[in-house]
């Protein structure tokens, strides 16, 4: 079984950055899909971006492409969320999630593990 574990979140600035780790444990596989996700208070939960646990082929939500950056760190079986150029609109509760099928998704409802999340506060 796989668990989860976000940490990094915090209060900056706009225009700050961030950098969001998800530590794993339990078996992983190359195969499967580690997904980053985000809720705002009254908002559903939204998509922002996915990574092969074997580090090839990256996904991003229009609104965080050019700014975020997704990678995985086998050695340390972690995967982060580098986040520049932050702005208000990103604020929110960020979610680490695996996808255990081999297919890539970006609905949340294939994601069958999630981590407890972390919070991320960007004031203007």
């Known amino acids: 079984q796989v668990s989860l574990v976000e940490s990094g979140g915090g209060l900056v600035q706009a225009g700050g950055s961030l950098r969001l780790s998800c530590a794993a444990s339990g078996r992983t596989s190359s195969t499967y899909v580690m997904g980053w996700f985000r809720q705002a208070p009254g908002k559903e939960r939204e998509f922002v971006a996915a990574?092969?646990?074997?580090?090839?082929?990256?996904y991003y939500a229009d609104s965080v492409k050019g700014r975020f950056t997704i990678a995985t760190d086998n050695a340390k079986n972690t995967v982060t969320l580098q986040m520049n150029s932050l702005k208000p609109e990103d604020t929110a509760v960020y979610y680490c999630?695996?996808?255990?099928?081999?297919?890539?998704?970006?609905?949340?409802?294939?994601?069958?593990?999630w981590g407890q999340g972390t919070q991320v506060t960007v004031s203007s």
């Open positions: 990574i092969r646990w074997s580090g090839a082929n990256t």
């Open positions: 999630a695996a996808d255990r099928s081999v297919a890539v998704h970006m609905a949340s409802r294939f994601y069958d593990v």
